[in-house]
């Protein structure tokens, strides 16, 4: 149902949220910090679907917003929201190419991220909207992207290992 | 066609769960949940952030010139006691020179007796997302610490807790873009709103145009508001913004704390804030009566 034994999915997407909040801080490129979680689900969607990127999202994105400071959930619909437009390319996805993949990170920060500061304007009130853009979503569009091929490799591995013909929902 | 129903399902269903999730955590109700995980996950967390912190310092060695390194080290070290004795010395004359014109200022403002009502708190993560500004701390109810409680560092303000858990609490930094202090100037007594910047900086608002800032000036929280005791050390004034158009000037105030590089901070357990919306509410009660 989550693409492979949800024990080790779950203590994965943990061991993931707890690298973002701890040691990933401490690498900053252009100002920012590589978003793990974002890059993991992004790259389980595009080998595995939506339907189980969405379970990832979901569970990821919870497991972001225990150890983060803003709203519980915003993570979670943001994550939601990029692993529905990467997982619908899943067909066109060829583990030798990167292209796709880099595409794939590059749209989908833009989506998580403008979905997650729409929650925090919701909840919170305050967004600076043009230094948000400008100081953090323009290098993370760069980051993330040059990143992802990193991320691609090591989940193409996973799913390798973990058979994607014993997986199913509910057909 | 039955798997894109199915998948259809499952999106409306786990966008569903979410919003409801917020609502619920906005509402409060979430609370308990969260604070019994992260129970249970900040010990990991801890322990992860002891191993990064030990593999984050081979990598700087092979990286960075080693003598370098600890040159700079110790003339940062230098530079950050002789900026703490400077302002300390400014301070006490300043608080002489107060003290001269109010005879019972020593009974009416307790001012630095704050010291004793400590809680080392040690860092062991940072807000996760790019846009937050948050820190997470291994001292929660347990040690005393309570929401609203002012952190700091020896060299400044680090910012305020935002929540807090058995054994762990969030510091909202002030560097967030969502925190606002109340602040003044040291040697000229300006006040302004002292504001979080995406970029990491301070921005120090709705400076009267009348008055005189200038780059250098030490930046003091002052104490207006009651969310945080007077006299904290904010920052350092690196620009001043003015343009004879607008009504207020503005300045880019740099912090004094390296916020990239906290390990320990200090909660000041002794300082209770006051909730400004919460007394303006008492007193409408008040004055309307039963």
């Known amino acids: 149902m989550i693409g492979c034994n949800p024990y080790l999915v779950v203590p994965l997407l943990l ?23 974002l890059l993991t689900v992004l790259a389980w969607s595009l080998l595995r679907g939506v ?8 569970l990821g994105g919870l497991a972001l917003d225990l150890f983060s400071g803003g709203p519980l ?75 992802m091929p990193v991320v691609f490799r090591a989940l193409a591995w996973l799913d390798r290992k973990t058979g994607r013909e014993q997986i199913g929902w509910g057909r | 066609m039955g798997g894109f129903s199915n998948r259809n399902l499952l999106l409306i269903f786990l966008v569903l769960a979410t919003l409801i999730g917020i609502l619920l955590n906005e509402a409060g109700y979430l609370e308990p949940i969260e604070g019994a995980i992260l129970r249970l996950l900040s010990p990991l967390q801890a322990r992860l952030a002891t191993i990064v912190e030990t593999s984050g310092g081979l990598f700087r060695a092979a990286r960075d010139l080693r003598d370098l390194r600890q040159r700079n080290e110790e003339l940062e070290a230098d530079y950050a006691q002789l900026l703490i004795e400077n302002v300390a010395l ?15 200022f020593a009974q009416q403002h307790p001012g630095f007796q704050l010291v004793g009502g400590e809680v080392k708190g040690r860092v062991i993560g940072r807000d996760p997302n790019n846009f937050l500004r948050y820190l997470t701390i291994d001292a929660g109810e347990a040690q005393g610490v309570q929401k609203g409680m002012p952190v700091i560092v020896p060299r ?48 120090m608002k709705y400076i009267s145009q009348e008055e005189s800032v200038s780059e250098g000036q030490i930046v003091l929280s002052s104490g207006l508001g009651g969310n945080f005791p007077k006299g904290l050390v904010i920052g350092q004034i690196i620009a001043v913004q003015q343009r004879d158009s607008d009504l207020f000037q503005q300045a880019v105030v740099r912090p004094t704390v390296d916020f990239d590089r906290l390990e320990m901070v200090l909660v000041i357990s002794a300082f209770k804030p006051v909730d400004l919306a919460e007394e303006s509410e008492k007193a409408d009660q008040e004055t309307q009566g039963p």
């Open chain 2, 156 to 203: 400044g303000l680090v910012g305020r807790v935002q929540s807090v858990g058995p054994n762990w609490a969030q510091v909202l930094l002030i560097t967030d873009p969502r925190s606002s202090i109340s602040a003044l100037t040291q040697t000229s007594r300006v006040t302004g709103q002292v504001q979080g910047h995406v970029s990491g900086d301070l921005v």
């Open chain 1, 15 to 37: 061991l993931v949220a707890l690298l973002q909040s701890t040691a990933l801080p401490g690498l900053t490129i252009l100002g920012v910090s590589p978003e793990l979680m």
């Open chain 2, 90 to 104: 400014k301070e006490a004359a300043q608080e002489n020179a107060t003290l001269r014109q109010f005879f019972q």
């Open chain 1, 73 to 147: 959930g915003a993570s979670t619909l943001a994550l939601l929201a990029a692993s529905v437009s990467t997982g619908l390319t899943q067909g066109a996805v060829t583990r030798s190419s990167f292209l796709l993949p880099m595409g794939a990170a590059l749209a989908g920060t833009l989506l998580y991220q403008i979905i997650f500061l729409l929650v925090i304007q919701f909840t919170r009130g305050h967004v600076p909207w043009t230094d948000s853009l400008l100081r953090v979503t323009l290098p993370s569009l760069a980051v993330n992207t040059l990143a």
């Open chain 1, 51 to 58: 339907e189980e990127g969405l379970l990832w999202a979901f």
